[in-house]
């Protein structure tokens, strides 16, 4: 096992380096002087262009740059926003509360409602229940998850005003937020209504988001239990006269789970991409609204902090999965 | 399965054997989704080559009298714009129709471009020495770290906003999936008999690669072209709705939803309508592809 995990360590490296390299060359092929973006409309003298691209570097050769840039991002130092003058790092961790918690929203209902869809459809095999269960997760597969998006906000927000269309909470409550969490800061503040204000604000995003997720988990509980019904041990059970409840539960369900594990932990990329979506349309204040303001600002260090930091989160949630994988399947580690 | 061998045991067999074709459609008619997914892709595919000539009207032409008339079945609607106009007075079915060519035709470009490119490499990965197959793999992870929409997104803010640069950015982002899928059959495929008999026999590397091997490892490609088909038009119509895809007055789909967006609580059908071609489309593309996965796959072929 501890070979196993040193050498998916091992891979990591290299990958890091290439992520860092990509993220580092993209920008500096992107089109507009970053200078000249930063003068903005003024406009800048060449003494005082010269001054800044000495005092940022950019005059120097570009493999120099990148391994500044390299050992700067090592130390969690990934430069400062050409708009607000923060650190990129400081930006990026400040707003990723919000993206996970609606992530997590996200995903618990992706869960939730898609494990016992798929097992059901997997039990009522053909019949009309899985008929249903299936087209509905094929549509939510096929989703275009931003006109979804408008949609809901058409009937919840517009028809039948239960929604609100936009942010994380009303404006009418203002409290700290030391976990960074809407839901927990808003409990904890005490103040009438704000949890519920809260939860309003998240339901639309939640759902939107996670709805190609539980549509993924819901077609793979499906498969991946009709392929552990199948198995001898399942029909040894069924001989001996266990009843089909506690087959499908404790025979069945526990060794379909692996796959579905899989798919949980791969569709974090997933999330992310559909956060950007979903941000945008929602003005939810996290990384993936974050990073699309960035890129039609030409805010270079963020585009390129974020899109890094993105890509190790990715990696590092692809790893851990890979080793519970390992942990769980003994086979895997042998290779 | 091109190779002399296999060609001549299925003729050794005879008329007891359909062709591929046969049984390929054989099991493909029997699910009923995948021909309903086949007959609208049909319908699509026909729009999209001659929509321009079928519209009622040209899809950029303005009747300003007209802006923002319902579709005809509401108050206020005619029979001469069947689904209404937009906020410029231009007709929604033209657009919606004249659309469907763009979306047809990022499908077509990003999958020939993302299979070719893809399968090259993964031939490559597949044939070439250790150290080569673990470069291109580790490229390909480090492409695959980034989610694919914010990959594209960069990709299409560095190249200037395009349908074609979309494209472009879609057809990387998409590519590795044909690399790892290539590879993996070529490596399972390589070590059977069939492929030592040939190398024995002189089949020169070039040839064990695109004649030997390839047409063996080309179903699970198949479906995947299918399954990124789809991605594609979603992942085009998303960067036309965030402002990175096809450029307005284009009637893209996911552009046309990005100017509506201001008008979803006045005009239901100019954002309903796009939005719904795209995902009628998408599904019928999914449909398809499930069909030619179960028709395709023999491991999950009557299972």
């Not at chain 1, 919000?98 to 039990?123: F, R």
């Not at chain 1, 939510?140 to 609100?164: D, E, H, K, R």
């Not at chain 2, 450029?247 to 552009?255: A, I, K, L, N, R």
Request: net charge positive; aromatic share 12%.
């Amino acid at each position: 096992m501890l070979n196993y995990v040193l050498s998916r360590l091992l891979t990591f490296v290299p990958t890091f380096f290439g992520v860092t390299l990509i993220s580092f060359a993209f920008i500096r092929v992107l089109p507009g002087d970053p200078i000249i973006v930063m003068a903005g409309e003024r406009g800048v003298s060449q003494e005082r262009y010269d001054q800044l691209a000495a005092q940022f570097g950019f005059d120097r050769p570009m493999y120099v740059q990148f391994w500044e840039y390299f050992t700067g991002v090592l130390q969690g130092d990934l430069g400062n926003s050409f708009v607000t003058k923060k650190p990129v790092w400081d930006e990026f961790f400040a707003l990723f509360p919000a993206t996970l918690e609606l992530s997590l929203c996200a995903m618990v209902l992706a869960i939730v409602l898609g494990l016992p869809a798929g097992v059901i459809a997997a039990v009522n095999r053909g019949k009309f229940f899985d008929r249903a269960l299936m087209s509905t997760a094929l549509v939510g597969y096929s989703m275009p998850i931003f006109w979804w998006a408008l949609l809901l906000i058409i009937v919840f927000s517009g028809n039948l005003g239960w929604t609100p269309v936009s942010g994380r909470i009303d404006l009418l409550y203002y409290f700290p937020d030391p976990t960074g969490f809407m839901l927990i800061d808003s409990l904890a503040s005490g103040q009438k209504g704000a949890f519920w204000s809260a939860i309003r604000h998240l339901i639309l995003p939640t759902i939107v988001l996670g709805t190609i997720p539980l549509a993924v988990i819901a077609r793979q509980t499906r498969s991946a239990m009709l392929e552990v019904l199948g198995e001898d041990y399942v029909r040894t059970a069924r001989a001996k006269g266990m009843s089909p409840g506690r087959i499908n539960s404790i025979h069945a369900l526990r060794n379909a789970l692996i796959p579905v594990i899989t798919v949980i932990g791969l569709s974090v990329g997933t999330l992310l991409a559909g956060a950007i979506l979903t941000e945008t349309i929602f003005s939810w204040p996290g990384i993936g609204k974050w990073m699309v303001d960035s890129i039609f600002r030409r805010d270079y260090p963020v585009v390129q902090g974020g899109l890094l930091l993105i890509a190790v989160m990715v990696m590092i949630v692809n790893l851990t999965v890979d080793m519970l994988y390992g942990l769980i399947n003994p086979k895997i580690r042998k290779r | 399965m091109t190779d002399a061998s296999s060609t001549q045991t299925a003729k050794a067999i005879g008329e007891e054997r359909p062709s591929r074709l046969k049984e390929f459609w054989f099991y493909f008619r029997e699910n009923r989704g995948a021909v309903i997914g086949l007959w609208i892709f049909a319908v699509f595919a026909f729009l999209a080559l001659f929509g321009p000539w079928i519209a009622p009207h040209d899809a950029t032409e303005q009747f300003r009298t007209n802006a923002l008339q319902p579709p005809f079945w509401q108050e206020g609607g005619s029979t001469e714009f069947l689904l209404g106009t937009d906020p410029l007075g231009r007709d929604m079915l033209s657009r919606l129709i004249v659309g469907a060519r763009f979306s047809f035709f990022v499908g077509i470009v990003v999958v020939s471009v993302a299979a070719s490119g893809g399968i090259l490499i993964g031939l490559l990965a597949g044939f070439a020495p250790k150290w080569v197959d673990t470069i291109i793999m580790r490229i390909m992870d480090i492409i695959l770290a980034f989610p694919s929409l914010l990959l594209a997104l960069v990709l299409v803010a560095i190249l200037g906003p395009s349908l074609i640069n979309a494209m472009i950015a879609i057809a990387i982002v998409l590519q590795p999936h044909y690399v790892r899928l290539t590879r993996a059959s070529v490596m399972s495929e390589r070590q059977k008999d069939y492929v030592t008999s040939a190398r024995v026999v002189g089949a020169g590397t070039l040839r064990l690669m695109f004649v030997t091997v390839l047409p063996n490892c080309l179903s699970p490609i198949i479906v995947q072209a299918a399954l990124s088909f789809s991605t594609a038009i979603l992942d085009a119509a998303a960067l036309g709705f965030l402002g990175m895809g096809a450029q307005p007055p284009t009637p893209e789909w996911g552009t046309m939803l990005a100017e509506a967006r201001e008008f979803i609580l006045r005009a239901w059908w100019v954002v309903t309508f796009p939005g719904l071609a795209i995902l009628v489309t998408v599904l019928a593309i999914n449909l398809l592809g499930d069909g030619l996965r179960d028709a395709l796959d023999p491991k999950l072929k009557r299972s």
